[in-house]
């Protein structure tokens, strides 16, 4: 499952002023694992969905060194069967 949801709190944006984020979640409906969050200063894109769906799809990373992370965390990745968009 994927979704987006503008977030109730207010961060400091790359240019100093008050932003309400965007999150895009992809989460694994039969386990509930996520799987990617991206998070935007701005509404998302079609660009920014397909990012995210990227990401859960990618090996995971245990670090911004791209140090592969060890245990199960690598596994939580692969093309899926299906996706379940809302919209």
Known sequence: VMDNRQVDVRVIGRDG?????????????????????????SAPTGDTVIAAMMSAMLPKVANE???PAHGVLPLLCGVPRKWIMDN
């Open 17 to 41: 002023s008050l932003v309400r984020p965007w999150v895009v979640l992809a989460v694994d409906n039969r386990t509930l694992v996520p799987l990617s969050c991206v998070v935007l200063e």
């Open 65 to 67: 060194r791209n140090v």
